[in-house]
């Protein structure tokens, strides 16, 4: 079955420091969605890409779309103490199909 | 609008006993999911319905698990009979279609 991996499992950075995590899929994606869950918390909607090669900026997060729509990668831009928490990258296969299938995720955490 | 709603926030319960987890989703949100996260795992999809119909079941683990959509605002997971290795975070998200999911707060399972 389609399998969705993020690197790395853990990212413990200073305050201020930038921040990537890396998903890739098995399979080819129709589109990719973006969630932050902060500890104790659930899942919460970030960003949806859909094309090839597409680029998205909220604030200090970059979201990339692969050309071959398998990959996907965030960036944050000088972390700041609420970044905490777990970014999950979700895949979606087909079009018409509503399940996700969500990345192992990655847990970010932030020294003052 | 109250989001999606879940009860309980916290079950305790032993073993072999019979456990029942609740949902409502957000007013005309046709795709529900029920999701079970753990350190180990990470978010599993169980079960996913569309306009109460149940659409991909794979994910649930066994016989023990089961669930039911009797209308559009109100789903049930259930574990009959409940083991320790069911103990994790059990979330239901919904969505209109294939937009973004919006997740509930949980259920923290534990199984003594």
């Known amino acids: 079955g389609q399998q969705v991996m993020q690197i790395p499992q853990y990212q413990h950075v200073q305050e201020g420091e930038d921040f990537t995590t890396y998903c890739n899929s098995s399979t080819t994606l129709s589109n990719i969605q973006w969630y932050k869950q902060r500890p104790g918390g659930h899942p919460v909607f970030l960003i949806q890409?859909?094309?090839?090669?597409e680029v998205k900026k909220q604030k200090r997060l970059t979201f990339q779309f692969g050309e071959a729509k398998k990959n996907s990668s965030l960036h944050i831009t000088a972390t700041q103490t609420t970044d905490v928490g777990t970014y999950f990258c979700?895949?979606?296969?087909?079009?018409?199909?509503?399940?996700?299938?969500f990345g192992t995720g990655t847990r970010l955490t932030i020294i003052p | 609008d109250a989001g999606v709603i879940q009860s309980p926030r916290h079950e305790v319960t032993e073993m072999g006993q019979e456990v029942t987890l609740r949902c409502k989703p957000i007013s005309g949100h046709n795709s529900l999911f029920w999701y079970r996260q753990t350190m180990m795992r990470g978010l599993e999809l169980l079960i996913y319905f569309n306009n109460n119909v149940p659409i991909d079941d794979s994910g649930m683990p066994e016989d023990r698990f089961s669930a039911k959509m009797p209308n559009a605002s109100f789903s049930t997971l259930k574990i009959q009979p409940s083991e320790p290795r069911d103990s994790a975070v059990y979330f239901c998200?919904?969505?209109?279609?294939?937009?973004?999911?919006?997740f509930g707060d949980g259920t923290r399972l534990s199984i003594l």
């Open positions: 998200a919904d969505s209109l279609g294939n937009q973004p999911q919006h």
């Open positions: 890409l859909v094309k090839s090669g």
């Open positions: 979700a895949g979606r296969k087909g079009i018409g199909n509503e399940k996700l299938t």
